[in-house]
């Protein structure tokens, strides 16, 4: 099963410069994270923007859309910021018998206490067990994001019911 990784930016590559939040979007972690986690199985990363989720607009959404679309193979994990996740999640539905499951991270995966590789890996086993359909994989669940909302004030997704 050959596997692409789409990575937008986000958090999950974000290097901070200072105290008081200074950022920019780095190099895709998803590189490292696969390298030091051993995989053993074909995969490629298509790194197509590197930009935080609040500044996505619908024309990078759509450029998400048209890159699995136009991308052989039916295994996608999209590395996206958690903050605008659950709308990416909505324009990539209706793409066939593609499975695209979303991850990203709460902190840096630069930190030394992140949830990059744990949601990575939760990522990566749904993506191989799921039906068709698209996906958020974040604090060790999988979401239907119609049924997720990203919780601000607790840093979590949680069910949309609470």
């Known amino acids: 099963m050959p596997l692409t990784f789409v990575s937008t930016g986000g958090t999950i590559d974000k290097i901070y410069f200072d105290a008081k939040s200074d950022y920019k979007i780095g190099d895709p972690q998803i590189i490292d994270i696969l390298r030091m986690a051993r995989v053993d199985f074909d995969y490629r990363v298509c790194s197509i923007l590197q930009k935080d989720s609040l500044e996505l607009t619908d024309a990078d959404r759509l450029l998400i859309r048209e890159t699995i679309e136009a991308a052989p193979g039916q295994h996608f994990i999209v590395t996206h910021g958690t903050d605008t996740m659950i709308e990416t999640a909505k324009v990539l539905e209706g ?13 840096p995966a630069r930190f030394k206490q992140t949830d990059a590789e744990f949601n990575v890996g939760v990522a990566i086993g749904a993506v191989q067990a799921l039906p068709a359909g698209v996906y958020i994989a974040m604090n060790g669940r999988i979401w239907d994001p119609d049924t997720v909302r990203k919780n601000r004030d607790e840093n979590r997704f949680e069910s949309v019911a609470g």
Do not use: E, P, Y
């Open 95 to 107: 793409l066939g018998d593609r499975v695209i499951v979303l991850t990203g991270s709460l902190t």
